[in-house]
């Protein structure tokens, strides 16, 4: 394997008395899309943050591109893109406006500039509003020039730090789509998010993060195989009956949650325990069975739900 | 790697890319400033060019204020006040929305640029903000003959240098609020009023008592006003004086614009 593009070990951050990210390890590869999975809170975008080479840690090391990010920000700051959590656009300049003054940022010039901004506003299906003002762009729209404006130095890295909390459906499939086509085309992808389907969609390879900590790290199917049975059966009682049957379902399944409203019950085939549970006379009200996901490979690991 | 990306270009100018951005979105509000740059100054020259300098004046003469026509005697403290309200529209706004609204300023560290750059970029877009205002008024002034053009026209930098002065404090200040809501309060009722009012605006410092003339001798406006009747009129202010004046808004520069470079960078580095 060639050296990484990014190299972390032990960072740690610490906030007066709050230690938001504990001495975490992980290396990114070049052309690879690595995903950070957590819950809020878990540390994520403090992480991303120090990866982006603005904010200081408080102790271990971080390499990025060869290079200690406290100690050559704007060197490191020039080969990357960066798509913060919370849309920062300049909302009184234009969509063209936007995207030129900040490829001026990086010192690119103008020809380049114009040409590129062609080229992002098509990759960003914002062909048509070239002219409108930021604030009257739609949420999933001031996202894709979030992302049109990370690219816009045609960067080695693109940090995402949650792309697509807050959008609609519809909106998230048309940003994982782009996305996609960033991945295809090389660009080395690392993201943060607390959706498993889109950590699924999009990552190579992830970390699941929860208190500041490493919890497990590998390929979403990895992670799964690993931490959970291939099929799980969700079973519905009714509030106050869930709790009654549990004692008795779990000694039917290889490992059982209890959920608040449901019990989810893994297994290797959901269909047959679903059959052994009518047999034993207990009714469930509502069932479904589904493959393993991330969201139970982060219930096993830290014991609770990702959105809570 | 892109290869048209050049490092050191942007260390050297990175702060005027902050400034031309900021003066685009500021141009976006072209409208509105000519209309308050050209409004407020009208308003003034009236209400005490034809209101209260005639009351002055049928009082006291020109006794009180060195032999100069009253509404002449207030303009260069006009024209500084100008200066300063405009600095402190375009450095208190940009610096709150730039840390706390829309986090502009996260976007613009985000690429090569540093926290120091942002500052002084946001800084020199507020004081041609503050030339474009002084130089409408200063316009005005000559139009209705409440000065001669001449060794006048130094009211324009004179007063840019106050406005940059309590700028310079004011950009520090606004880069350290958390909590934005008391904030407007306090400076525009706490300061900015009393500093227009008790900085030898509408009568000289040396009328008030003395425990009440500190208030005047902090104030940029207080020193930039002298200095501009000074160059104005020759209003008989000394040597050293003009020396004192000149010292104090230049270090309210100096020392406000590193207070506020140091600050951005701490605030951004978070």
């Known amino acids: 394997m060639s050296k990484p593009l990014i190299s972390v070990r032990g960072l740690t951050k610490v906030f007066g008395d709050f230690t938001a990210v504990a001495g975490i390890d992980f290396d990114v590869a070049k052309g690879e899309s690595f995903g950070i999975l957590g819950p809020n809170g878990a540390g994520k975008s403090t992480t991303m943050r120090i990866l982006a080479a603005t904010s200081t840690r408080t102790s271990g090391t971080v390499e990025i591109l060869d290079r200690d990010p406290e100690k050559f920000g704007p060197l490191v700051r020039a080969h990357l893109g960066v798509v913060p959590q919370q849309d920062n656009l300049d909302g009184e300049l234009t969509v063209s406006e936007n995207l030129f003054i900040y490829g001026r940022y990086f010192g690119l010039s103008k020809q380049f500039i114009k040409a590129k901004i062609e080229e992002l506003l098509e990759f960003a299906q914002l062909e048509e509003k070239r002219n409108v003002k930021v604030e009257d762009l739609s949420g999933g729209m001031k996202r894709r020039l979030t992302i049109a404006r990370g690219l816009v130095s045609e960067p080695d890295i693109l940090l995402l730090d949650e792309p697509t909390t807050g959008l609609d459906p519809q909106a998230r499939h048309i940003l994982w789509d782009r996305l996609f086509r960033l991945k295809e085309q090389g660009v080395t992808l690392v993201l943060t998010t607390h959706f498993m389907d889109e950590a699924e969609q999009l990552c190579d390879r992830l970390v699941v993060m929860d208190k500041g900590a490493i919890m497990a790290e590998g390929t979403p199917q990895g992670l799964i195989k690993e931490f959970s049975s291939k099929e799980v059966l969700e079973v519905r009682f009714g509030s106050d009956r869930n709790k009654e049957v549990a004692p008795q379902l779990s000694q039917m399944c290889e490992r059982m949650e209890t959920l608040p409203d449901r019990l989810l019950m893994y297994t290797e085939d959901g269909e047959k325990l679903l059959e052994q549970i009518t047999a034993a006379k207990m009714h469930p009200t509502t069932s479904l069975v589904r493959r393993s996901s991330l969201e139970d490979v982060f219930l096993r690991l830290t014991g609770r739900t990702l959105i809570e | 790697m892109n290869t048209g990306i050049d490092v050191p270009q942007i260390q050297r100018f990175g702060a005027l890319y902050i400034a031309s951005a900021r003066l685009k979105s500021i141009s976006k509000w072209k409208g509105i400033i000519a209309a308050v740059d050209i409004g407020n100054p009208l308003f003034y020259l009236i209400a005490v060019g034809v209101g209260i300098g005639v009351l002055v004046e049928q009082g006291s003469g020109t006794s009180g204020t060195n032999g100069i026509k009253y509404i002449a005697f207030i303009a260069p403290a006009l024209l500084a006040n100008s200066a300063i309200a405009g600095v402190m529209d375009e450095t208190i706004f940009p610096t709150i929305e730039g840390f706390k609204w829309r986090k502009l300023f996260f976007a613009q560290n985000a690429t090569p640029i540093t926290g120091r750059q942002i500052a002084l970029g946001v800084y020199l877009s507020a004081l041609c903000r503050a030339i474009f205002s002084v130089s409408i008024y200063y316009a005005l002034l000559l139009a209705f003959n409440v000065v001669e053009f001449g060794p006048s026209i130094l009211l324009i930098p004179i007063a840019v240098l106050g406005g940059g002065g309590f700028g310079a404090i004011i950009l520090f200040a606004a880069a350290r609020i958390e909590k934005v809501d008391q904030f407007f309060?306090?400076?525009?009722?706490?300061?900015?009023?009393?500093?227009?009012?008790?900085?030898?605006?509408?009568?000289?410092?040396?009328?008030?008592?003395?425990?009440?003339?500190?208030?005047?001798?902090?104030?940029?406006?207080?020193?930039?006003?002298?200095?501009?009747?000074?160059?104005?009129?020759?209003?008989?202010?000394?040597?050293?004086?003009?020396?004192?004046?000149?010292?104090?808004?230049?270090?309210?520069?100096?020392?406000?614009?590193?207070?506020?470079?140091?600050?951005?960078?701490?605030?951004?580095?978070?």
């Open chain 2, 185 to 270: 309060n306090i400076l525009g009722r706490l300061v900015i009023m009393p500093m227009f009012l008790f900085s030898g605006t509408f009568f000289p410092l040396s009328s008030m008592p003395i425990y009440l003339q500190p208030i005047g001798w902090i104030s940029p406006l207080w020193h930039a006003t002298e200095l501009g009747r000074e160059a104005a009129f020759d209003y008989g202010v000394s040597n050293l004086m003009i020396a004192v004046h000149l010292t104090f808004l230049t270090s309210l520069v100096v020392i406000g614009l590193t207070l506020a470079m140091r600050q951005f960078e701490r605030r951004l580095a978070k």
